[in-house]
C-alpha cells in the first residue's frame, strides 16, 4: 500500500511567501509505476520532498505506504527509497562501499549487504565497478549506483527525481530498462520527470502538474485521448498574432486558434490539408509565417492546451 | 521494523573513522601547523633571543594545546558540513536513514570530538620537543586532563555543529576571518587569563571567548601550580557553552536537514 494524500506546503523568502503546492490531492496504490509530470518549477520536486520527509508541509497531510510523513518521518524512511535528481554519492568511499555503509544506516549487517550489493551492481550493469572510486564513475553509472543504493535496503516505494536528466540517450534508454525490470518486480515507483516521453513510456498513470496545481491524472493512452483535436500548429509570425486569429480560426478543420505575442497555437484536423488554408488566412491578416512547427496529438500537445506553455 | 538509533549510530560512526582515518594526516596538518609554528616562534626562538621568559613556555603549552584541539574539533565538523548541505549534498545518504535527524548531528558532533583530541595528542609531544623541558607540567592529575580534553573538545565540536549549519559556503572565509581568528588571540591561549589583569576591560570582555576556557582548563589540569582560572568555574562555563552550542546546533541542523 502506498498512498499518498495531498501534501500542501509553502515556502518564505525574503516576506514573500511561495505556495509550492496548491491542494494537490493524489493516490498512489501499491505497485503503481506513478509518474509526475511538469515542467521546471511545477511543484514536482517539492511533492518528491515532503514524501521522502526532506521538506516539511505548512498545511495539509501526506502519507506513504500508510504512515503520515510528519507524524512518523522515521518510519516513513524505513520503507522507501529515494534516487535524487543530481547523485550524491559519499565521494570518500567506493561504489560497493557506498552501498554497503547505506545498508548499515539502515541496520543491515555486512554478510546481507554484501552478497545484496554485489546483485544490485551486476543487474545494474556496473557490477565491474564496485572498487572504483565515485569520481571514476560516468554520469549515468553513478545515476545508476544512486539507484542501487536506493534499492539495497529492499524499501517497499521507489521514488525517483527526474532520474534521467543528464544522461545521454543510451544511458536513458538502459535506464528505462532497468525501471520497467523494477516495476516487473512489483515495486511500487513514483517518478518525477519533465520528458514526456519518458513519461508515456514507463508510467501506468501520470499527473499533470503545473504551479502546485493537479492539472490532469490518467493513464498515458486516456490522457493522449483527451488531448484536443488534431494537430497542434504553432506558428511563429513576423507581427502580432492576435490580428491573424479571427481568419485562422473560421479555416475549416480548424478546432481552436489562440495567440500570444507572435506567436499563434492552433489545433487542426488533417493539417495538412488545413496548412495552405491557414495560411491564406494570415496573408489575408497581412501575416507571414517565421516558424511553423507540427506535433501529432500526444502528452506533449495536451500539457500545452492545458498550460498555454511548452513542457521544455 | 526500523534500527535502533544506537545501531545506526554505530554505523555512522564506523563511515567517519573509515574516511577520517585516511585523511588524517592532511587533517593534522591543516588544524595543528598554526599552533605548532606558534610554539615554535613563541617557544623556542623568542625564549633563545631573550625577548621572553624561559618559564614562559609552561603558559603557552596549555594554551597551544587548547588552541589545537578546539579547532581541529570546530573544523572536523564545521567545513565537510557547510560543503554537505551547500553544494555536494552527501550527507542525503544518512539524512535518508532511518532515525531522527538529531542522531546524525549528535555523531557528527562526537567524531569531532575525537578528532579534537587527537590533534591535541599530536601537538602534545611536538610542542614538548620544540620547548624542552617546561617547568610546571604535570601529568600527576591524569582524570582531570583527560576530562578538561574532552569537554573541550565537546564544547568546540557543537560550536562546529552551528558554525556548519548556520553559515552559507560562500562565507566560509568571513568565518574564519570575524570569528576564528579573533577568537585564537583573544583566547587566552599564549597568555594566562591571570596575567589579563594587567588590562582589566580586556580581562571583562575575553569572558565571552569559550577559548578562553578550554585554555584555562588545559592550564589547570596540565600546569596546576601556575596561575589558572578556577577548574570548577571553567567546568560549570564550558558545561554551559556546550549545551548552548548543541541546543542551537540541533535546531539549525534540522532547518538544513528538513527544509
Partial sequence: MAPSGPPSHSASSGGREIQALDGLDLAVPAGEFFGLLGPNGAGKTTTIGVLTTRVRPTSGTAAVAGIDVVRDPVGVKQRIGVVPQRPNPDRQLTAIQNLLFHAAYFGIPRSVSLPRAQALLDQLEIGDRGESKVEQLSGGQQQRLMIARALIHEPEILFLDEPTVGLDPQARLALWEILRSLHQQGRTIIMTTHYMEEADRLCDRLAIIDHGKLLALDTPARLKGRAPGGTLLQITLDGEALQALQGVGSVPGVTKASGQGNELTVYAERAGETLPAILRALEQADRAPVDIRLTPPSLETLFVSLTGRKLE | ?259
Wanted: glycine share 10%; charged share 10%; net charge positive.
Fill in chain 2, 1 to 259: 521494523m526500523s534500527p535502533s538509533p544506537w545501531k545506526v549510530f554505530g554505523a555512522l560512526v564506523r563511515r567517519d573513522v573509515h574516511v577520517v582515518s585516511r585523511e588524517l594526516p592532511f587533517f593534522l596538518l591543516r588544524t595543528t601547523l598554526q599552533p605548532i609554528m606558534f610554539t615554535f616562534v613563541f617557544g623556542y626562538l623568542l625564549p633563545r633571543m631573550g625577548f621572553v621568559q624561559r618559564g614562559y613556555t609552561g603558559a603557552l603549552l596549555p594554551g597551544v594545546l587548547g588552541v589545537s584541539l578546539a579547532f581541529a574539533s570546530v573544523q572536523a565538523v564545521a567545513l565537510p558540513m557547510v560543503a554537505d548541505f551547500g553544494w555536494t549534498l552527501e550527507i542525503e545518504d544518512r539524512l535518508l536513514a532511518p532515525v531522527p535527524t538529531w542522531v546524525i548531528a549528535l555523531e557528527k558532533v562526537i567524531a569531532g570530538t575525537v578528532q579534537g583530541v587527537i590533534a591535541a595528542l599530536f601537538v602534545l609531544p611536538v610542542a614538548r620537543l620544540i620547548m624542552g623541558p617546561i617547568a610546571g607540567l604535570d601529568f600527576a592529575h591524569f582524570g582531570v586532563v583527560v576530562g578538561m580534553t574532552l569537554l573541550g573538545a565537546f564544547t568546540f565540536s557543537a560550536f562546529g555543529l552551528l558554525l556548519g549549519t548556520a553559515i552559507r559556503g560562500e562565507q566560509i572565509g568571513l568565518m574564519f576571518g570575524l570569528i576564528v581568528a579573533p577568537m585564537i588571540f583573544f583566547g587566552c591561549a599564549y597568555y594566562p587569563w591571570k596575567a589579563l589583569a594587567a588590562a582589566p576591560l580586556v580581562q571583562m570582555l575575553v569572558l565571552v571567548n569559550p577559548l578562553v576556557y578550554v585554555s584555562e582548563g588545559m592550564r589547570g589540569a596540565l600546569t596546576p601550580s601556575l596561575p589558572h582560572m578556577n577548574l570548577a568555574m571553567v567546568t560549570a562555563a564550558l558545561v554551559l557553552l556546550s549545551a548552548i552550542f548543541m541546543a542551537l546546533g540541533l535546531r539549525t541542523f534540522d532547518k538544513r536537514a528538513v527544509s
